[in-house]
T-cell receptor, first 114, second 114 residues
Framework: GENVEQHPSTLSVQEGDSAVIKCTYSDSASNYFPWYKQELGKGPQLIIDIRSNVGEKKDQRIAVTLNKTAKHFSLHITETQPEDSAVYFCAASRGSGNTGKLIFGQGTTLQVKP | GAVVSQHPSRVICKSGTSVKIECRSLDFQATTMFWYRQFPKQSLMLMATSNEGSKATYEQGVEKDKFLINHASLTLSTLTVTSAHPEDSSFYIC??????????FGEGSRLTVL
């Protein structure tokens, strides 16, 4: 089955700096790659996603890149702010469109220092 | 945006009792819902896929008699943890798949078994 590896497990940056989180997946049939932000005691919230027919997607300060050949995808947050501090999860899904059966990475705790 | 509501958000029960957690899609119909479990500082692990009107599909290693799932309507799925024990204490999160293919997560339910 699918296996998603996420690095780093913790990341501390200064406010205004960029943060990059990387994930690799094992199932070449996976075609949907969302990123979630989870705050303490809450459910995950989708922040950006990318499908396998696209190499890069950007939404304001957040961007995601996908390398299908290498089977890895990355989250880039620019101009980080203290409110970006949270746990971030990558995920991968197989099947047509988003089947919802997501396999999550281990999570990255991002701390943005003011 | 679409909202998925979970109830209760927190529950404490005695060992040996059963606990029911509800997952509702508030403004859309969800043929498919998913249940995840998240232990402290860990990732979300898919437990089962809940399909309206049919039996749930459980992931390997998840006891179907322990975690009863019922998806009786297009807006409600329930997870019942039967004969709960302290090791069942966890954060349980549901997600609901809209017919557009978009997935929405609930806010989670924290179960503590004494």
């Amino acid at each position: 089955g699918e296996n998603v590896e996420q690095h780093p497990s913790t990341l501390s940056v200064q406010e205004g700096d960029s943060a990059v989180i990387k994930c690799t997946y094992s199932d070449s049939a996976s075609n949907y790659f969302p990123w979630y932000k989870q705050e303490l005691g809450k459910g995950p919230q989708l922040i950006i996603d990318i499908r396998s027919n696209v190499g890069e997607k950007k939404d304001q300060r957040i961007a995601v890149t996908l390398n299908k050949t290498a089977k890895h995808f990355s989250l880039h947050i620019t101009e980080t702010q203290p409110e970006d501090s949270a746990v971030y999860f990558c995920a991968a899904s197989r099947g047509s469109g988003n089947t919802g059966k997501l396999i999550f990475g281990q999570g990255t705790t991002l701390q943005v220092k003011p | 945006g679409a909202v998925v509501s979970q109830h209760p958000s927190r529950v404490i029960c005695k060992s040996g009792t059963s606990v029911k957690i509800e997952c509702r899609s508030l403004d859309f119909q969800a043929t498919t819902m998913f249940w995840y479990r998240q232990f402290p500082k860990q990732s979300l692990m898919l437990m089962a896929t809940s399909n309206e009107g049919s039996k749930a599909t459980y992931e390997q290693g998840v006891e179907k008699d322990k975690f009863l799932i019922n998806h009786a309507s297009l807006t409600l799925s329930t997870l019942t943890v039967t004969s709960a024990h302290p090791e069942d204490s966890s954060f349980y999160i549901c997600s609901a798949l809209e017919n557009t293919g978009e997935l929405f997560f609930g806010e989670g339910s924290r179960l503590t078994v004494l």
